[in-house]
Nanobody, 126 residues
Framework: QVPLVESGGGSVQAGGSLRLSCAASGYGYNTYCLGWFRQAPGKEREGVAFISGDYSTRYPDSVKGRFTISQDNAKTTLYLKMNSLKPEDTAMYYC????????????????????WGQGTQVTVSS
């Protein structure tokens, strides 16, 4: 499978915004659940956004209203737009995918995802 490759991380002050991208060619066509996870030092990996083949999305309460996951029309690039960033959003961010019926995100635990990118660092300063 074609590797997932994240980009767009960086350093930003609290209240700022960033948009992460993930090259995801070959993970479209309504056959893959796609998601973004993050992991801070000493903490477990946490899912922050998921998108199904029908473009429906899911977010945990910790980022709901601040983060938006999307795909381009060709389904070759996955995005994560992050607004109103907080210091607690500091982490390595990963995009991930797993094959599912109609690309629906039936399960969204990190163990459910088969394919992972290498990660991109996001640092939010207060």
């Amino acid at each position: 499978q074609v590797p997932l490759v994240e980009s767009g991380g960086g350093s930003v002050q609290a209240g700022g915004s960033l948009r992460l991208s993930c090259a995801a060619s070959g993970y479209g066509y309504n056959t893959y659940c796609l998601g973004w996870f993050r992991q801070a030092p000493g903490k477990e990996r946490e899912g922050v956004a998921f998108i199904s083949g029908d473009y429906s999305t899911r977010y945990p309460d910790s980022v709901k209203g601040r983060f938006t996951i999307s795909q381009d029309n060709a389904k070759t690039t996955l995005y994560l737009k992050m607004n109103s960033l907080k210091p607690e959003d500091t982490a390595m961010y990963y995009c991930a995918a797993y094959q599912s019926l109609a690309g629906y995100c039936y399960r969204v635990g990190s163990a459910d995802f088969t394919y992972w990118g290498q990660g991109t660092q996001v640092t939010v300063s207060s």
